[in-house]
């Protein structure tokens, strides 16, 4: 497992969740890092991005609802879920582009953190 990623669990329709994501493995520097989610049946989406340099997108859905930071003296990313509503529900996979001290940067996955929103 290349990325070590936390935070999921059972809440209730408009309460908040923090997951955070970092690698597992020797990294020199994170560039992008994103958050992508996969509910039962459907295809996994973008959730949010963040880039090296701060710029952040966001899907529609979760658009004043969910904030993706970086902190990159800690190689960690983290995604803050507020006013969860039960369409939020969903396996929650972190995706960092990682830059090792020699060679060229590669994209890692986390396992998926699983998220459940009670109506």
């Known amino acids: 497992v290349q990325l070590q990623a936390s935070g999921g669990g059972l809440v209730q329709a408009g309460g908040s969740l923090r997951l955070s994501c970092r690698p597992a493995v020797i990294t020199f520097r994170v560039n992008d890092m994103g958050w992508y989610r996969q509910a039962p049946g459907k295809q996994r989406e973008l959730v949010a991005k963040i880039t090296r340099a701060g710029i952040t997108t966001y899907a529609d859905a979760v658009q004043g609802r969910f904030t993706i930071s970086r902190d990159d003296a800690k190689n960690t990313a983290a995604l803050q879920l507020n006013d969860l509503k039960t369409e939020d529900t969903a396996v929650y996979y972190c995706?960092?582009?990682?830059?090792?001290?020699?060679?060229?940067?590669?994209?890692?996955w986390g396992q998926g953190t699983l998220v459940t929103v009670s109506s």
């Open positions: 995706n960092l582009d990682l830059k090792p001290r020699l060679g060229p940067s590669y994209s890692a």
